[in-house]
Nanobody, 122 residues
């Protein structure tokens, strides 16, 4: 089992940047594929990005490709989401998640953080 705590959200103007962090508890962080999701008001939660365990393969939603970068530091039990060129439509609660799936194409995540709010003003 793993506990996840996100940080780094806030208010930023359009075109700006933020870096989200997700700290994981436990000694098996490297055994999980990690992902970021987001949920905007009145909308369903959607996939943003995922990163594999050790070779750091990545996958992104089309809406964030070229603007967001997911990374991880297994020594620090932390996964990051660098968000650049932010748009008002990126406004959402961002969630970190972990899965033991064998592929980053999975849509099934077993563990979730509490979320951190990102607000992009126009």
């Amino acid at each position: 089992q793993v506990q996840l705590v996100e940080s780094g959200g806030g208010l930023v103007q359009a075109g700006g940047s933020l870096r989200l962090s997700c700290a994981a508890s436990g000694r098996t962080f490297e055994s999980y594929i990690m992902g970021w999701f987001r949920q905007a008001p009145g909308k369903e939660r959607e996939f943003v990005a995922a990163i594999s365990r050790s070779n750091f393969g990545t996958r992104y939603a089309d809406s964030v490709k070229g603007r967001f970068t997911i990374s991880r530091d297994n020594a620090k039990n932390t996964v990051y989401l660098q968000m650049n060129v932010l748009k008002p439509e990126d406004t959402a609660v961002y969630y970190c998640a972990a899965t033991r799936s064998i592929t980053i194409a999975t849509t099934v995540y077993n563990y979730w953080g509490q979320g951190t709010q990102v607000t992009v003003s126009s």
